[in-house]
């Protein structure tokens, strides 16, 4: 009996420590990235926006490890640049339907009434129509541009961070030091920012970084459609979708905003797990 335990012990330290190896190797690749959009202006080889048609649809090679697009552009140079402009509208986006999705939650949970009805509609609403078809729809309206893609995204992203916190608050609202900080005079404002916020945040954040990836696919995805950045900002969306008629004949021109896209989808998602298995009770308990 003591041998098993010890050997149970031996197991949960030894994925602790896997967790923890995890959470700093994709911790500094998700910083990595960060830093690589923050400072992007300073990092490409060339200018991403110069056009050298003499140069142009050149393969990668010593000059131009990603080769040049028809307008003698860089590719790595705008590869680079362009993760400004995805990765930083992604990450703008998950802020903004946390916050808001969040907050509709919270109040929703916590008063309840009429009120809980109306906004949970509004939000079934959103969540009958199917989500990259309403993008396009909203984005169509408001003409395109980074911006406007990210305001069409969070119209239909919020309501998921307002089902995760109101239904988080329904179950703290019954727990006895809910009570006990009511007793004790507690306001509002007070039991939200010190009860309520503190336990909802575990399941948002989880939720959060899970969805920049998806976000960073929508973002770009909307932008190949020709409803997000326009040219000639370099985004990975918009590159690939000037490209995508040269697939068979330059197909470096596609595949480098491409494996791009990948890449930092792939680091953000495996992140995301990462801080799940950390953060979620329910995971480190298996």
Not at 42 to 60: K, V
Not at 65 to 83: E, P
Not at 104 to 130: E, H, N, Q, T, Y
Not at 139 to 167: D, Q, T
Request: charge should be positive; glycine fraction near 10%; hydrophobic fraction near 50%.
């Amino acid at each position: 009996m003591m041998e098993e335990k010890k050997r149970t012990v031996r197991r949960q330290k030894i994925k602790k420590d896997h967790t923890k190896l995890k959470m700093i190797v994709f911790g500094l690749l998700v910083l990595a990235v960060i830093l690589m959009a923050a400072f992007a202006p300073y990092l490409t080889p060339y200018d991403p926006y110069e056009q050298d048609l003499g140069n142009a649809l050149l393969p990668p090679g010593e000059a131009h490890l990603l080769g040049t697009d028809r307008y003698g552009r860089d590719m790595l140079s705008r590869v680079i640049m362009g993760s400004q402009s995805t990765i930083f509208s992604a990450l703008l986006l998950v802020a903004v339907i946390t916050v808001i999705g969040s907050a509709v939650g919270i109040l929703c949970g916590w008063k309840g009434g009429k009120l809980d009805a109306f906004l949970m509609r509004v939000s079934d609403i959103f969540l009958a129509f199917p989500g990259m078809v309403f993008a396009i729809a909203v984005a169509s309206v408001m003409s395109g541009g980074i911006l406007n893609a990210v305001a069409a995204l969070a119209c239909i992203s919020w309501p998921k961070y307002a089902r995760i916190a109101r239904s988080q608050v329904l179950s703290i609202r019954s727990m006895p030091y809910m009570a006990a900080a009511r007793l004790s005079g507690s306001g509002t404002l007070k039991m939200t920012g010190k009860h309520i916020i503190p336990n909802i945040a575990g399941p948002v954040v989880v939720t959060a970084v899970l969805d920049i990836g998806t976000m960073i696919m929508e973002i770009a995805g909307l932008s190949f459609l020709g409803l997000g950045a326009t040219p000639p900002t370099a985004e990975w969306g918009s590159m690939m979708s000037n490209g995508r008629s040269m697939l068979q004949t330059s197909p470096w021109v596609i595949l480098a905003p491409g494996a791009a896209i990948f890449l930092t989808v792939m680091i953000f998602n495996l992140a995301g797990d990462t801080v799940r298995d950390v953060l979620d009770p329910r995971q480190r308990k298996r």
